[in-house]
């Protein structure tokens, strides 16, 4: 897939996750608003841990990809999921309520 089918795939996906959850929030529901506060603060771990391994794949399609790429990769994918487990989990409590 190239980076701008890429870009353009991952600019659809903010666009309609983000509009969902604000249209929802305007419902008056503050459960849609506690999604989108989960949604922000999990995103960017996600994010980088995926421009890891966008890295890394460049790498190794070019025949540059190294040991530490793709442990650091391995590591932050880790940790996004951890944090992505944290943020969900807060906010399913918090709609528990």
Same mark, same amino acid.
């Given at each position: 897939?190239?980076?701008?089918?890429?870009?353009?795939?991952?600019?659809?996906?903010?666009?309609?996750?983000?509009?969902?959850?604000?249209?929802?929030? #305007?419902?008056?529901?503050?459960?849609?608003? #506690?999604? *989108?506060?989960?949604? +922000?603060?999990?995103?960017?771990?996600?994010?980088?841990?995926?421009?890891?391994?966008?890295?890394?794949? *460049?790498?190794?399609?070019?025949?540059?990809?190294?040991?530490?790429?793709?442990?650091?990769?391995?590591?932050?994918? *880790?940790?996004?999921?951890?944090?992505?487990?944290?943020?969900?989990? +807060?906010?399913? *409590?918090?709609? #528990?309520?």
């Amino acid at each position: 897939m190239s980076i701008s089918k890429r870009f353009c795939w991952l600019t659809t996906m903010i666009i309609a996750t983000a509009s969902n959850a604000v249209s929802a929030a #305007q419902t008056g529901n503050g459960t849609s608003d #506690q999604m *989108l506060w989960a949604f +922000l603060l999990a995103a960017p771990p996600v994010a980088y841990a995926v421009n890891k391994w966008w890295y890394w794949g *460049l790498g190794f399609r070019f025949g540059a990809a190294s040991g530490a790429g793709f442990l650091s990769a391995l590591k932050w994918s *880790l940790i996004a999921a951890a944090w992505v487990a944290i943020v969900m989990g +807060l906010a399913w *409590l918090m709609h #528990q309520k």
